[in-house]
């Protein structure tokens, strides 16, 4: 089955710990992202990436680290630098950033303890 | 002013009735228009794309009026299954995408 993946699914880390995301996708898409989502408020943009070793900042990418090495693979750190860090955070990718519809995976919660 | 605007509701509804929100936006440059459903704690999924006027897809129509900068979403006969949030998204000029906080739906039996 074609889709995008995320782990893990829950994720707990203590405060002044870095922590990656994974998310995958293997429907050969160029466009990957990377978003937040906190109650009552829309996705907001972390960083995006539209091909592979490239990516560029989001809205709120202060405190968050990605990597493209690999056209499938778009793994997000969220670093202790981030105030702020409990979220639901989701990945999404497009066929490139000009053709729009974006695809979302299943989503990672993750909460500082 | 917010560049992706909705209203977030609650809308509680019978079964069977029709519900229409809307979502306005703010960049009379933005080209392309989408409705997703997110259900409590699941990831946002495709439900229209919105490319010229509007279009249709079973019970939900969704139109675009670029005079007034809105979007709207028609849900016509509802199921309990829609119950969701509705998000709105907007692709700018830039290629640059915006999500509106969603409207919240509740079908009642």
């Known amino acids: 089955d074609g889709g995008i993946t995320q782990s893990p699914k829950y994720l707990f880390r203590k405060e002044g710990q870095n922590v990656t995301l994974s998310c995958e996708q293997n429907l050969n898409h160029d466009a990957m992202y990377w978003y937040r989502q906190d109650p009552g408020q829309g996705l907001r943009l972390i960083y995006y990436?539209?091909?592979?070793?490239?990516?560029q900042k989001g809205d709120i990418a202060e405190g968050y680290s990605v990597s493209r090495e690999k056209k499938e693979s778009f793994p997000l750190t969220v670093t202790s630098a981030q105030k702020n860090p409990t979220a639901f955070y989701l990945c999404?990718?497009?066929?490139?950033?000009?053709?729009?519809?974006?695809?979302f995976g299943p989503g990672t919660r993750l909460t500082v303890l | 002013r917010k560049e992706v605007e909705q209203d977030p509701g609650p809308f509680n509804v019978p079964e069977g009735a029709t519900v229409a929100f809307n979502c306005t936006y703010s960049n009379s440059a933005s080209q392309s228009f989408f409705w997703y459903r997110q259900d409590c704690r699941k990831e946002p999924k495709l439900l229209m794309s919105v490319y010229s006027s509007g279009n249709e897809d079973g019970r939900f129509t969704a139109q675009l009026n670029r005079a007034s900068q809105y979007i709207s979403l028609l849900i016509r006969d509802s199921k309990l299954s829609d119950s969701a949030t509705y998000l709105c998204?907007?692709?700018?000029?830039?290629?640059?995408?915006?999500f509106g906080a969603g409207t919240r739906l509740t079908v009642k039996p």
């Open positions: 998204a907007v692709n700018q000029n830039n290629n640059d995408m915006r």
């Open positions: 999404a990718s497009s066929l490139d950033r000009a053709i729009n519809e974006q695809f």
């Open positions: 990436s539209q091909i592979v070793n490239d990516f």
